[in-house]
């Protein structure tokens, strides 16, 4: 899709489709003022679009301008894992009620909401194209305002510790340098699917072609300048995944070669320079040089340290979700005569604290909610299988980066990430046959407004 054909598809949207793509657009922008919620959240743009997601979503869901929503066999496995998450946030509501709990807790439903308001616009498939545009542009943006903080900056970088790699790395304006990789690695996946999208239509093939040479540097660079482990591995599983699809098309073929040789010689200094010092501590892991617990950056340590808690609790609260534990220290303090002590603390576990959504999510909503959301995932794959290519690469390179980044990080929790990627998982619970609406649009010349009351061009 070209910029003059986004324009198009933008001005036509409605407004219940409309706001959602804007917040996509601003979104890199607002992220730089994270900090604000310091002096009060009232007046953090962050804060603000929190809160505002689920009001519209609501709104939206309400009205007549969102396409019907087309029925799938995920939605059940999908609608389960859903009603389990609510419960759990609503118990946690009820019995911790502070102002940081209910933003906390908006942050934590608001993907669910999202993916029910994206699975009735993805309902028509044709918007699939211009909101995956929409991203890139945003994480062009973002992108672009790393080598301009490095150069006008005065704080864009930060030493970091030997058993993360040594040396400095950028930083920028963002509060966690998550928020470059999501963009790097999205940008990755969307640029490739719209490169396997036009690899039959020769002249779209070079716009594609020029655009993914392009980035491609950058993005390496800008992985270079970040160093993040989790983000490297999930770049190379990508690039991989992409040149596995690619090689299977005769015309895709010789950027296939270029890229392996560039691929090649470039990995090899990578390797020297940085991948070899940022996995140097797993490496004494698993060789039995350092302890379990100094794995995934010491993660591990912390992890132990929160099951041994999990461990304590009761049956249920491992079932369904440590909120639970409240529900079961009420009911014995009651039975007992006595009244729950407010200023007891029940370890609940479900921040982005636990630095792995698996983790997180085996918390929030036990085990049996970890078990929906892995069927949803699978559910996901076998769908992605009846796609065509470039649409299979999209869904499989989906699932690859919230499953792998879910190791270490919190991907749910990340309104960037989940803005692309429940956009994809909401596309591939539409019938395969409703996919093939997804087409290399060609704009016409009469949908674009010209300069001076010109005519058109006739369409051939």
Same mark, same amino acid.
């Given at each position: ?59 939206? +869901?309400?009205?007549? %301008? ?7 066999? @995920?939605? &059940?496995? !999908?609608? =389960?894992?859903?009603? $389990? ?13 502070? +102002?940081?709990?209910? %933003? ?7 993907? @669910?909401? &999202?993916? !029910?308001? =994206?699975?009735?616009? $993805? ?26 903080? @490095? ?310």
């Amino acid at each position: 899709m070209t910029f003059a054909e986004w324009k198009v598809w933008f001005r036509r949207l409605p407004g219940v489709i409309k706001w959602f793509v804007l917040l996509i657009l601003i979104r890199p922008v607002t992220d730089n003022f994270y900090y604000l919620k310091d002096i009060s959240p009232f007046i953090s743009p962050l804060y603000i679009l929190g809160v505002l997601i689920p009001i519209l979503v609501l709104l939206s +869901l309400n009205s007549r %301008g969102l396409p019907r929503k087309r029925p799938s066999a @995920i939605d &059940l496995t !999908f609608n =389960l894992f859903a009603a $389990l998450f609510f419960s759990q946030a609503l118990i946690l509501l009820i019995f911790n009620g502070t +102002l940081d709990a209910i %933003g906390n807790t908006i942050q934590y439903v608001t993907p @669910i909401f &999202l993916f !029910f308001y =994206l699975r009735r616009v $993805l309902s028509d498939p044709s918007h699939l194209n211009g909101i995956l545009q929409t991203f890139f542009i945003s994480a062009s943006i973002s992108i672009v305002l790393i080598p301009v903080t @490095i150069i006008f900056g005065s704080n864009s970088f930060q030493q970091i510790s030997q058993g993360r790699g040594g040396g400095f790395r950028f930083h920028g304006g963002y509060a966690d340098m998550m928020n470059y990789a999501i963009y790097i690695t999205g940008a990755f996946l969307i640029l490739g699917f719209f490169f396997l999208q036009s690899v039959e239509d020769t002249q779209r093939q070079r716009l594609a072609r020029r655009r993914l040479l392009l980035f491609l540097p950058i993005g390496v660079g800008s992985l270079y300048a970040i160093k993040h482990t989790a983000s490297w591995a999930v770049f190379i599983m990508l690039f991989g995944l992409f040149l596995v699809f690619a090689i299977t098309s005769r015309k895709a073929q010789p950027l296939v070669l270029v890229l392996l040789l560039t691929g090649a010689l470039a990995g090899q200094m990578l390797i020297e320079k940085q991948l070899t010092s940022l996995v140097r501590k797993e490496v004494r892991v698993i060789e039995g040089e350092a302890e379990v617990e100094r794995s995934f950056n010491g993660r591990m340590r912390r992890w132990k340290r929160y099951f041994a808690s999990w461990q304590d609790m009761g049956f249920f609260a491992k079932i369904f979700g440590t909120p639970l534990s409240y529900l079961e220290r009420s009911s014995l303090q009651a039975l007992a005569g006595g009244a729950p002590d407010p200023a007891e603390k029940v370890p609940i576990m479900v921040s982005g604290g636990m630095h792995s959504d698996y983790v997180r999510l085996i918390f929030l909503t036990g085990g049996s909610g970890l078990i929906l959301y892995f069927l949803f995932i699978v559910g996901i794959l076998k769908r992605g299988v009846k796609f065509r290519r470039d649409q299979r690469f999209l869904i499989f390179g989906a699932v690859l980066v919230v499953v792998f980044y879910s190791i270490s990080t919190n991907p749910l929790l990340y309104q960037p990430m989940m803005n692309y990627i429940l956009t994809i998982f909401a596309f591939a619970c539409v019938p395969p046959r409703w996919a093939k609406r997804v087409t290399v649009l060609r704009t016409r010349m009469k949908d674009i407004p010209l300069p001076n009351k010109l005519d058109p061009v006739p369409e051939s």
